[in-house]
Nanobody, 115 residues
Framework: QVQLVESGGGLVQAGGSLRLSCAAS????????MGWYRQAPGNQRELVAA???????NYADSVKGRFTISRDNAKNTVYLQMNSLKPEDTAVYYC?????????WGKGTLVTVSS
């Protein structure tokens, strides 16, 4: 099993920045990739950014140039640096870990961007 705990969400004004953290524990050696997803009420959960074990990254078109995903292997933590935030970024952000047998999810952290 893999346990994921997100932190760093909060309220920020448009144009501001936040950094989300996802701390992983458990059978982390089997993880192939990790990512950040977000979901607003009534909307589908959407991929925001992903990073593989080799360090390759992928971003949704809506956040390219503004968000950066990174990892710290020593701390077993994945980060999402969010700059130039827009009200449209308001959502619950979830950390995801992809393993050979299952996908694991954190409980989410709320990001609210005021206009």
């Amino acid at each position: 099993q893999v346990q994921l705990v997100e932190s760093g969400g909060g309220l920020v004004q448009a144009g501001g920045s936040l950094r989300l953290s996802c701390a992983a524990s458990g059978s982390i050696f089997s993880i192939n990739a990790m990512g950040w997803y977000r979901q607003a009420p009534g909307n589908q959960r959407e991929l925001v950014a992903a990073i593989t074990s080799g360090g390759s990254t992928n971003y949704a078109d809506s956040v390219k140039g503004r968000f950066t995903i990174s990892r710290d292997n020593a701390k077993n933590t994945v980060y999402l640096q969010m700059n130039s935030l827009k009200p449209e970024d308001t959502a619950v952000y979830y950390c995801n870990a992809n393993g050979p047998w299952a996908d694991y999810w954190g409980k989410g952290t709320l990001v609210t961007v005021s206009s």
